[in-house]
Nanobody, 122 residues
């Protein structure tokens, strides 16, 4: 059965860095993309970044461009999100999920993990 497991969250000061990992297992079909989605206190869930499973194309939300980098290791079936120059506004629970990647955004699919919490605070 399909399973997605996230890790790497924690407490970090503003300006610091974290690397999140998402490892997938149980896939029997190819998926369009894998994405990271977050929900902050008092805010709706938003798409942060996605990476295509076919050509490696990527999407980033405007709020994280030039600070976050998404990458994929196909041999390990793992997607990473390198988060630099973190701001308090980045605080939230981060989930990875199967996704559809379009020119204007990425959209969560049928499978997602339980999430990992990121807290950016002094």
């Amino acid at each position: 059965q399909v399973q997605l497991v996230e890790s790497g969250g924690g407490l970090v000061q503003p300006g610091g860095s974290l690397r999140l990992s998402c490892t997938a297992s149980g896939f029997t079909l190819d998926y369009d993309a894998i994405g990271w989605f977050r929900q902050a206190p008092g805010k709706e869930r938003e798409g942060v970044s996605c990476i295509s499973s076919s050509d490696g194309s990527t999407y980033y939300a405007d709020s994280v461009k030039e600070r976050f980098t998404i990458s994929r290791d196909n041999a390990k079936n793992t997607v990473y999100l390198q988060m630099n120059s973190l701001k308090p506004e980045d605080t939230g629970v981060y989930h990875c999920a199967t996704a559809t990647l379009l020119d204007y955004g990425c959209f969560q699919g049928d499978y997602w993990g339980h999430g990992t919490r990121v807290t950016v605070s002094s």
